[in-house]
């Protein structure tokens, strides 16, 4: 005879205990599967990313707008480099903190995008050095009672021209001053010239600090983009004739042209 055996309260499980064990396992896992997909690097299109990005610069827009002149004092002109641009921005002292906050959340948008678009097949051309013409912030004036940055691209015609007189003056009196020992450490780079409608090549020194006349062209060409775009003009912006060579003649840098 089969006797049926009995398990004792001491020996018998707690289904209790089961379930709440079993729930809370579930809930781990539910929770490591969503941690999981929150850590998974955010897949989005160029154009998502470029959204976001112009997105993120329009709030950097609005906190430099509607400044009242009554707190002109207080703004200061901020920096945003990338690549080859440079934007500004008229920021009061007080948004400083906000402003560093959204300039940091729009170049992770930019980057972001620049990956995208290596990952799409899209080749970026690097910045090249034969046309300076970066914009730069001229001045902090005041416009229906609200704090405006005046820069290169958004000078007024007249002044432009103006500014873009006195500059070259500037440039010529840096390029004159150049002397040459080896044709070696010289390059060239571009003049704009609205007036005339052409191209300006210049010699520029390799292995001296140019920081003050790269500084000159980037202002004297943006102020002629400025002029040629205000009066709609159609502009060539390659050199009429082809540098063969740089030599030096009576101790100064000349360009020679191919024939």
Not at 163 to 192: F, G, H, K, M, P
Not at 220 to 231: C, S
């Amino acid at each position: 005879m089969i006797k049926h055996l009995r398990m004792s309260k001491k020996h018998k499980p707690n289904m209790k205990f089961l379930i709440r064990t079993t729930t809370k396992f579930i809930y781990l896992a539910v929770f490591a599967s969503l941690l999981f997909l929150g850590c998974k690097k955010e897949e989005l299109t160029s154009s998502q990313w470029g959204e976001r990005a112009t997105a993120k610069r329009n709030e950097i827009q609005a906190l430099a707008s509607n400044i009242p002149c009554s707190q002109k004092d207080k703004v200061g002109v901020q920096t945003i480099q990338q690549d080859c641009s440079v934007q500004y921005f008229a920021i009061l002292s007080s948004d400083i903190t906000k402003y560093e906050q959204l300039k940091k959340e729009y170049l992770s948008y930019l980057n972001k995008q620049y990956e995208a678009w290596y990952k799409e097949g899209l080749i970026i051309e690097p910045c090249g050095d034969a046309l300076w013409a970066i914009d730069q912030p001229i001045r902090l004036d005041c416009k229906n009672d609200k704090v405006q940055l005046i820069t290169a691209a958004t000078l007024a015609l007249e002044e432009a021209k103006t500014l873009i007189n006195v500059t070259r003056i500037q440039i010529d009196n840096i390029i004159n001053a150049q002397t040459c020992t080896s044709e070696a450490n010289w390059s060239y780079t571009r003049l704009i010239n609205a007036q005339t409608m052409t191209i300006d090549l210049i010699p520029i020194s390799r292995n001296t600090d140019i920081k003050e006349l790269k500084d000159k062209i980037s202002l004297y060409n943006r102020l002629n983009i400025n002029v040629i775009e205000t009066e709609k003009k159609v502009f060539d912006y390659r050199p009429e004739k082809l540098v063969d060579k740089i030599e030096c003649v009576n101790g100064k840098p000349v360009i020679k042209y191919k024939s």
